[in-house]
């Protein structure tokens, strides 16, 4: 006997046992739901979740006493015109958009030993996409602030380019 | 008339086995703990939030269903083409976190098992093709050895 050969294809029906598959699927779903206790609501409190993001999440103030000592490097991850927003002074603007572009402009200056601290604004998936890559080029990532500018702001850390902030 | 692809039984019921049982295996925990897997679903960062749970509630049972169908070898056609469908997605979505270069656990077997990596993509690429045999062959009829031949 062949392990395999090459016959005559019969009609195929694929539609049809592909829309009584996901009946069958959406009938077992709604019954599970609702004979379960608690019921898992249908639209998720996103409160609820928190993204793993790989890297460990550096209070503002734990921050700010890293950059006053200076032993470590910021990175701005924000989608922004530099000229535009306020910063932390002497951070480099690494986009993930444009993330080789941007590390090869500041080469000379970031080394894979040179400690990291990534932010962004107070969603963390940015600068952790930013944080990301750096280790993928072998860097070493320290952390991501937390809650990024807003939470520096208050934490009463130092910006530039606070007068041209709207 | 086209011609399709038939499979000696036992490769086939080789290949059904191999597709069904880890779609079989994957869908336990995320039924049993439908948040942990809607947290994996989320570190993904590629589902806006208004379908996370309706996908965490239904995908754990779709993949059940199809993998039952495909080791019974029932609704065939249909069961590889939903199991080849979910695999593109999984692709899709480890594809997206590598390139995004997130450390994240896959959620696939268990909510804190295996981190995405290339070794993940190329597993689901075997499982992609093992659907896409099942979708376009059949399975030749089982025949006694030393029976006679038409």
Known sequence: MPLF???PAPRPRWLRQTLLLLLITLVLVAGSWLLRTPRVPLKADMSRYELDLGFPVVSPDNARELYEAGTHIF???REIDPESEPYIPGAFFIRASSFEDDLREVLDFIFPEDPLIIYGTEQLQVP???AGRFEQRGYEVTGILSGGVEAWRKAGGELAGEEVAP | MTRQLHLHPLLDLAVRLAVGVTFLIAAPHKIWDVEAFAQATYNYRILPDLFLHPVALYLPWLELVAGLAIVFNWQRRGAALLCAGMTLVFIGGISAALFRGLDISCGCFSADGHGVG???????????AGCLILLFSESLPWRRSGGSQA
């Open chain 1, 128 to 130: 952790g996409a930013v």
């Open chain 1, 5 to 7: 050969e090459l016959r």
């Open chain 1, 75 to 77: 990175v701005d991850a």
């Open chain 2, 118 to 128: 290339l070794d993940l993509l190329l597993r689901d690429i075997v499982l992609l």
